[in-house]
């Protein structure tokens, strides 16, 4: 048999546990080289960078078809500096300093 609760807790002791368990925002920054959001003291998961050296040869990694996905997406962000603007790029817009915001 299972353990049998002594006591009903209260509202208020209940809501006391509960204060705990909240969810807080990861903080994130900003890579140097790619501006997308990365965990801050790790290496850039994209491009391999961390503090302006390349660490790991990412591109050397890639499959066949993780490479043509990454062609497509840096054209599309080319296109995106050169001043057109189309929707669906989200990545390099995070701002860490609004991430980590409560
Ligand atoms: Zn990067």
Do not use: W
């Given at each position: 048999?299972?353990?049998?609760?002594?006591?009903?807790?209260?509202?208020?002791?209940?809501?006391?546990?509960?204060?705990?368990?909240?969810?807080?925002?990861?903080?994130?920054?900003?890579?140097?080289?790619?501006?997308?959001?990365?965990?801050?003291?790790?290496?850039?998961?994209?491009?391999?960078?961390?503090?302006?050296?390349?660490?790991?040869?990412?591109?050397?990694?890639?499959?066949?078809?993780?490479?043509?996905?990454?062609?497509?997406?840096?054209?599309?962000?080319?296109?995106?500096?050169?001043?057109?603007?189309?929707?669906?790029?989200?990545?390099?817009?995070?701002?860490?300093?609004?991430?980590s915001k409560k």
């Open positions: 048999m299972g353990g049998v609760q002594p006591k009903r807790h209260t509202k208020s002791k209940r809501n006391r546990r509960r204060s705990h368990l909240a969810l807080k925002k990861t903080f994130l920054s900003v890579c140097t080289k790619c501006g997308r959001a990365v965990l801050p003291h790790r290496i850039c998961e994209y491009c391999g960078f961390y503090d302006g050296r390349e660490i790991v040869d990412v591109a050397a990694r890639l499959t066949k078809k993780e490479k043509k996905k990454r062609e497509r997406e840096e054209a599309a962000a080319h296109e995106a500096r050169a001043g057109h603007r189309h929707s669906g790029e989200a990545t390099p817009e995070l701002n860490p300093e609004e991430l």
